[in-house]
């Protein structure tokens, strides 16, 4: 964009160190100068880049998947979504991952794959980047079964449900509002 | 959602530990039982509720804010957002905070509030939900200066070419596209 043009990071970094980690996430306090000159702390939560799939089947249905956020306190109905594994980390290695988690997720596999671009959630706090696809022409891969450590339910709704449920606030996870509102206006043209 | 009745959680927590705190965040570590039976740990990274803002004027401009983010080490264009204050933790707090934030990251007013729902963000790892608003007939608050350890460049684009950036990816960050795509959409009626 051209107001990125020239873009100096206006911060200053003394020091790092990690302040916790386990295998999902790790976090690093630094020693900044902040913008204004002044001194204290930024800790980053520190993630493997993530995928989300809207993935969509002959009929025009969505699937998706309903499953217990453990940090919510609730359930969640979402598109498939994971963590990229570290061999997923290469030019190539969105797409994998998003294959890999949409048969791991719910047992679906598609030839036919877009790229939706990108978001960073909760950028305050974690570099967390998950890359969107839409997978069309879904079909069912035989002889799947859901991780017992992972209960989901696969949900298959229409189009036009889904995008309502995404704006309504029914869908809440960022990824699936993002993935699912940026295929509904590309399938329109808008952008 | 008829799809949420008589839902269950399926994990057991064993015992909670505070594992690292700031003031912006605080790293809680639960030894579970999960879904399957195994044991394990399972952290949350606990951050108090955020808002963001889709701000019009009666022009129909959309101001933007460009900062330095440093989790991503990169400029990012975003609607106005930030997290709520202890006393915005009320039902009506979430306006209040929207209303404040608007106001200390762009010096822009209005009367003219629509909530446009939540959304949760990195909901494997952290419990933020975020509050979107929609403010319309925005107005300049007279001496209004940027925070020096925040500094905010306010951009002014056209609605349609907001909604494009959000689709294409020049805007990344998860509040700011989920509130201006909900926003482009309600306005369209579809939901």
């Not at 990229?84 to 290469?90: Q, Y």
């Not at 509002?177 to 206006?185: E, N, S, Y």
Request: charged share 25%; net charge negative.
């Amino acid at each position: 964009m051209k107001e990125f043009r020239g873009a100096k990071n206006p911060w200053r970094t003394l020091n790092q160190r990690w302040v916790y980690t386990n295998p999902w996430i790790h976090v690093r306090e630094d020693s900044v100068i902040r913008p204004g000159g002044s001194s204290g702390v930024y800790s980053v939560v520190v993630m493997p880049p993530s995928v989300g799939v809207v993935a969509v089947d002959d009929n025009g249905l969505v699937a998706l998947v309903k499953q217990w956020r453990y940090t919510l306190d609730r359930l969640s109905l979402e598109v498939p979504t994971g963590g990229l594994n570290d061999d997923e980390l290469d030019p190539d290695g969105a797409l994998r991952g998003a294959q890999r988690e949409l048969q791991e997720e719910t047992g679906l596999q598609s030839d036919l794959w877009q790229f939706l671009g990108t978001i960073d959630n909760s950028n305050g706090v974690t570099n967390e980047v998950a890359h969107l696809f839409l997978a069309t022409g879904v079909t069912r891969v035989v002889e799947w079964t859901a991780d017992p450590d992972e209960p989901l339910t696969v949900v298959w709704v229409e189009w036009e449900e889904a995008v309502r449920r995404a704006v309504s606030s029914e869908i809440t996870e960022s990824v699936s509002v993002c993935a699912l509102l940026r295929a509904d206006l590309r399938r329109k043209d808008r952008a």
